[in-house]
């Protein structure tokens, strides 16, 4: 695709419940980052994918927060029994081969988290 | 724990002035920083990136580097309204994976 694609956009959800945030990286960009973003923060780490290595979980918050990433392009953001706290803009980059070459991440449009 | 750590603001500035957005980071083994842009409701973008100490310019933008003192500066001159906007600081971490650790932003005003 043109870009990177995030989905849903908005998902309201209750407290408790598990949800599921997708992202679709540039085509042929090996790198994968999620990051989530609360009003007047800045963005927190999560965890980054690069080809076939380990994925660095370090800034999973919690075990209730897991990711995947299958063939090496979709990636799925799984939250399990939601907490008001998780609401915040869960944000997806890629990158041809990982911020290491030139920082240069591109962002998707973000999933807005709601849980009430 | 690695930070940066940048003054949140509001930063207001009018229009045609010079925009002078700092940032400190904790990280000595850091190598590359980066500034990144995010208009409101939006997501982030690259805009400038500085590896050496000293100056990077790029058109109405300078990035400022100086490792000793853990400092990155972003100056922008001759400020417009579309400039308004929450820049971001970042920094690659030097844990052998190329995670991007980021401030938590400045907000930056130009009136018209």
């Known amino acids: 695709g043109a870009g990177v694609s995030q989905s849903p956009s908005n998902k309201v959800t209750e407290k408790g419940k598990d949800v599921e945030l997708r992202c679709d990286p540039i085509s042929g960009h090996t790198a994968l980052y999620w990051y989530r973003q609360s009003l007047g923060q800045g963005l927190e780490f999560l965890i980054y994918f690069q080809g076939n290595s380990a994925p660095d979980k370090s800034g999973l918050p919690s075990d209730r927060f897991s990711a995947e990433r299958t063939g090496g392009s979709v990636s799925t953001l799984t939250i399990q029994r939601t907490q008001q706290e998780d609401s915040a803009v869960y944000l997806c980059a890629s990158s041809l081969d990982g911020a290491g070459t030139n920082g240069k991440l591109f962002f998707g449009s973000g999933t807005q988290l709601s849980v009430l | 724990q690695k930070e940066v750590e940048q003054n949140s603001g509001p930063l207001s500035v009018p229009e045609g002035a010079i925009a002078s957005l700092n940032c400190t980071y904790s990280?000595?083994?850091?190598?590359?920083f980066f500034w990144y842009r995010q208009y409101s409701g939006k997501s982030p973008e690259l805009i400038m990136s500085?590896?050496?100490?000293g100056d990077k310019e790029d058109g109405r933008f300078t990035a400022q580097l100086n490792k000793a003192s853990q400092y990155v500066s972003l100056l922008i001159r001759d400020s417009q309204p579309s400039d308004s906007a929450t820049y971001l600081c970042a920094f690659l971490a030097n844990s052998g994976y190329s995670t991007l650790t980021f401030g938590k932003g400045t907000m930056l005003l130009v009136s018209p």
């Open positions: 500085i590896y050496s100490n």
């Open positions: 990280d000595r083994g850091s190598q590359s």
